[in-house]
């Protein structure tokens, strides 16, 4: 079946550090793969997505390019804000299904 | 920015009793989710719904679940003889597209509590 896996967290910065949150995945065909943040006491929002290999999603400085040869979508930022601070949720989505399956979430805390 | 918005936030409930989530998805959007995430787990898929019908399931969306969209704007997931085990977050959530390359766009979440 599709699964995602994230690094564990929760992953302390401190601001201005660099960012990267690991994401692989296992799936059939070619899935469409997102990342969603999480804010306290709010819902999962969009942050970026890639639809197929070599793709690079990109907002908000973050970035994450779809490899198929390592089936990864790792999430990177050049410089973390105290504002990043959130759940981060790798997730798949493969062509002919309509769930999406995410990872456990990573939680981020920036600290100035 | 039109948004998913879910209502009650809370919902405190006796086991054994029928819950009615409810949701609003955006306007122009042709396909409706929810999800679940118990406390410290995985956001979990458990249905989707396009032109008034179950276009998938999970294995976690048996008997005790519906979903109904009964009139043009709301979206209604209702679980049967509550457990203490459906203790969760269920999130509503809304896509222009079927998932591929459409993104899904979530609300803030009903937290249900089972007591």
């Known amino acids: 079946g599709n699964s995602v896996t994230q690094m564990e967290g929760p992953v302390t910065l401190s601001e201005e550090a660099f960012l990267t949150i690991n994401c692989t995945y296992t799936a059939t065909g070619y899935p469409s793969l997102f990342w969603y943040v999480q804010y306290p006491g709010e819902g999962l929002q969009l942050l970026l997505k890639a639809t197929k290999a070599d793709d690079k999603g990109s907002n908000k400085g973050f970035e994450a390019t779809y490899r198929k040869e390592t089936t990864s979508f790792h999430l990177e930022k050049g410089s973390v804000q105290v504002s990043d601070s959130a759940v981060y949720f790798c997730a798949l989505s493969p062509r002919r299904a309509d769930g999406l399956t995410f990872g456990k979430g990573t939680h981020l805390i920036i600290q100035p | 920015e039109p948004e998913v918005t879910q209502t009650p936030s809370h919902q405190v409930t006796q086991m054994g009793q029928e819950v009615i989530l409810r949701c609003v998805p955006i306007s122009n959007h042709l396909y409706f989710y929810w999800y679940r995430q118990i406390l410290g787990q995985k956001v979990e898929f458990l249905v989707s719904?396009?032109?008034?019908?179950?276009?998938?399931k999970s294995e976690i969306f048996d008997d005790q679940f519906s979903v109904e969209r009964p009139d043009g704007s709301n979206f209604t997931l209702k679980i049967r003889s509550t457990k203490l085990e459906d203790s969760a977050m269920y999130f509503c959530a809304s896509s222009q597209g079927a998932t591929g390359g459409q993104p899904q766009h979530f609300g803030d979440g009903t937290r249900l509590s089972i007591l």
């Open positions: 719904f396009y032109n008034n019908e179950i276009s998938e």
